[in-house]
């Protein structure tokens, strides 16, 4: 009610206040900036192009909080403006990205930023093109090379469950790969992987985060 009649200096100097709240020691005051974040970019879209790229890095170490909440509002925020995104802030579209497939190492079916962290995955992938997303991948991959076996819960079918590891490779990459055959497929098969640990999710939310990933 208050974000569109509200003059643009009005609107960006509260922007620097949920900014500098960011910095609070309170999970819950740097939650509730957050949320109040999102919506002021979701409704001011006119000022993104100076918001956007001032909120950037408090909104990528957001993304990072050792606070669950926070980080599934910092993803929120960003996926409320992720048609802005690769406009706004193309240079740091990579960053971002490797920051959210390597978040996918730490979730689980408890985390409250799972469906968030996967629904923004899923929308900037559309936004890079082929060749772009793979080179960022290829960085992102480095981190499963050297990844535990992580355990995987598959559905066999309605009455029986299997369960198997599955074993990320801990080496270095094939021989094709290393001379420069299927390098965009490895990469890709070495971090898409990670989507699957979420196919089972308890929450549909997330599995259906998931598929569009």
């Given amino acids: 009610v208050l974000l569109p009649p509200m003059s ?14 960011q910095e609070r020691t309170i999970w819950e005051v740097r939650h509730g900036a957050m949320l109040a974040l999102k919506y002021l970019m979701a409704v001011r879209t006119d000022l993104l192009p100076t918001l956007l790229p001032r909120a950037a890095p408090t909104l990528l170490a957001a993304l990072n909080d050792n606070n669950d909440d926070v980080r599934a509002a910092a993803a929120d925020s960003l996926h409320a403006v992720a048609s802005h995104l690769s406009l706004q802030l193309r240079p ?15 979730l689980d079916d408890l985390t409250a930023s799972t469906a968030s962290v996967i629904r923004l995955l899923a929308q900037l992938c559309t936004t890079l093109p082929y060749a772009t997303l793979c080179d960022i991948l290829s960085h ?5 090379q050297h990844a535990h076996t992580k355990r995987i819960k598959v559905d066999a079918d309605d009455s029986h469950t299997d369960s198997y590891s599955a074993n990320y490779p801990l080496s270095g990459p094939s021989d ?3 001379q420069g055959h299927g390098a965009d497929d490895s990469q890709l098969g070495l971090v898409v992987p990670r989507l699957l640990a979420f196919m089972q999710h308890p929450s549909p939310d997330t599995r259906q985060a998931e598929k569009n990933a």
Avoid at 8 to 21: F, T
Avoid at 93 to 106: G, T
Avoid at 140 to 144: C, F, G, K
Wanted: charged content about 25%; hydrophobic content about 60%; overall charge negative.
């Fill in 8 to 21: 643009d200096e009005i609107a960006l100097n509260v922007s620097r206040s949920l900014l500098v709240m």
């Fill in 92 to 106: 740091m579209l990579p960053a971002l990205l490797r920051q959210l497939w390597d978040a996918l190492l730490d």
């Fill in 140 to 144: 992102a991959a480095d981190r499963t």
């Fill in 176 to 178: 094709d790969v290393a």
